[in-house]
């Protein structure tokens, strides 16, 4: 599968993720745009009365190296799936999913109010004071890694957790990526916020997810259970 394929595959599996999260078709579909480049670049910006997401086929082959590498440390993944399960293929397509997932949330939660583009590696054209900017810039990275980490992972489910975990892989390597190619292209200031913070409240919302249930429907019952045994009071002569 060459590159461009890999981002016209996760481009419709991130439109389909982000409207069965919604449970209503997108509004707005940004018009794709993917340059032979060997760059990493990825950008979402206004256009006319809509948007455009721009990704090189550089960052989709990034990605996909990334996950060869990585597949070839059998006992880094053996903890996380059986390696038949596993393949370069499904974790780059995770990645590039999540990647989009977050592009559209920019867009969603209305981010080109306070910035005029949300790019990787490359800072914004908005013209507004730099260091507001910078500050208020990485919080709406954060704001938009959550609600795309949301849309991928789901909802919580004891059957499901080898694909969960895979995909918290994906997300996590997609945001390291993002931080080395940053710092290999020597980016003026902080374009996203370290890829440990990112990954931090990735894994907090991940340990959130088993009580969701219960808090919305606000039934402790619901809570899940550890599987551990009610410990006995000890007998005389114990």
Aim: net charge neutral.
């Amino acid at each position: 599968m060459s590159s461009i394929q890999r981002l016209d595959s996760a481009f419709n599996n991130a439109i389909f993720q982000f409207e069965k999260a919604l449970s209503y078709p997108r509004k707005t579909i940004p018009r794709s745009v993917w340059t032979e480049s060997t760059d990493f670049v990825a950008a979402v910006d206004p256009e006319g009365n809509g948007f455009v997401l721009s990704i090189s086929s550089g960052l989709a082959e990034k990605s996909f190296q990334l996950w060869i590498k990585a597949l070839t440390n059998c006992g880094f993944w053996a903890d996380i799936a059986p390696s038949a399960l596993l393949n370069a293929d499904q974790m780059t397509q995770d990645s590039l999913v999540w990647l989009m997932l977050h592009e559209f949330n920019h867009i969603d939660l209305n981010h080109f109010k306070l910035a005029g583009s949300f790019e990787v590696v490359q800072r914004s054209h908005a013209a507004s004071p730099q260091k507001l900017l910078n500050i208020s810039r990485l919080c709406l990275e954060m704001q938009a890694d959550h609600e795309a980490t949301k849309m991928l992972l789901g909802a919580y489910t004891i059957t499901e957790w080898r694909g969960l975990r895979q995909r918290v892989m994906a997300i996590s390597g997609m945001m390291m990526l993002i931080e080395l190619e940053d710092a290999k292209n020597n980016a003026e200031g902080r374009t996203h916020p370290k890829a440990a913070t990112r990954i931090f409240q990735l894994l907090g919302h991940l340990a959130e997810m088993p009580l969701v249930q219960a808090q919305v429907e606000q039934d402790v019952s619901l809570r899940p259970q550890t599987g551990k045994k009610e410990r006995q009071p000890l007998r005389a002569g114990q």
